[in-house]
């Protein structure tokens, strides 16, 4: 018989607050705070902790399928004590306050950077979960061709 637990608490995976004692206390207060705007802004989103890739990562369903879109991951390393918010196809995103970081390391992700003490601009962060939301959710073949146009993907 199939699970009727959520998606992010299935027994064989690991719960978001578990997975976040890790990290320094600073860091952990950003991605909490960050976890509840993504809540807050798409509570249909689908939260489990990716412990191959080091990050909590966000899918959103679409259809009989799910379609990973966005991540919070903390780091925490001597000369980087940061938390990224991160958008799957940010190369897509209207960035017209250069605030997404990733261009020149990437081809498609992009992602904010929140270190301890700076304040988090929520609203700017809705706008951008929502904007994500929407090229996660277009038809793969749209998305596909604005992925080219961007110079994302070869043609």
Same mark, same amino acid.
């Given at each position: 018989?199939?699970? +009727?637990?959520?998606?992010?608490? *299935?027994?064989?995976?690991?719960?978001?607050?578990?997975?976040?004692?890790? !990290?320094?206390?600073?860091?952990?207060? $950003?991605?909490?705070?960050?976890?509840?705007?993504?809540?807050?802004?798409?509570?249909?989103?689908?939260?489990?902790? *990716?412990?191959?890739?080091? $990050?909590?990562? !966000?899918?959103?369903?679409?259809? *009989?399928?799910?379609?990973?879109?966005?991540?919070?991951?903390? @780091?925490? @390393?001597?000369? &980087? +004590? &940061?938390? &990224?918010?991160?958008?799957?196809?940010?190369?897509?995103?209207?960035?017209?306050?250069?605030?997404?970081?990733?261009?020149?390391? +990437?081809?498609?992700?992009?992602?904010? +950077?929140? *270190?301890?003490?700076?304040?988090?601009?929520?609203?700017?962060?809705?706008?951008?979960?929502?904007?994500?939301?929407? &090229?996660?959710?277009?038809?793969?073949?749209?998305?596909?061709?604005?992925?080219?146009?961007?110079?994302?993907? @070869?043609?």
């Amino acid at each position: 018989m199939p699970s +009727t637990k959520p998606a992010a608490h *299935r027994g064989d995976e690991i719960p978001p607050e578990a997975w976040l004692e890790a !990290y320094p206390p600073p860091l952990v207060e $950003i991605a909490v705070r960050l976890r509840a705007i993504v809540r807050r802004t798409l509570p249909d989103a689908i939260e489990r902790v *990716r412990p191959g890739w080091g $990050i909590l990562g !966000y899918d959103l369903p679409a259809g *009989r399928r799910s379609v990973f879109f966005a991540w919070i991951w903390p @780091q925490a @390393q001597p000369r &980087h +004590t &940061h938390v &990224h918010l991160g958008f799957v196809h940010g190369v897509l995103m209207d960035d017209p306050d250069g605030r997404l970081e990733g261009a020149g390391v +990437t081809r498609n992700a992009r992602w904010v +950077t929140v *270190r301890p003490g700076e304040p988090i601009d929520e609203p700017r962060l809705v706008e951008l979960l929502r904007e994500a939301e929407g &090229h996660a959710l277009l038809p793969a073949p749209v998305r596909r061709a604005l992925l080219r146009d961007r110079g994302a993907i @070869q043609p």
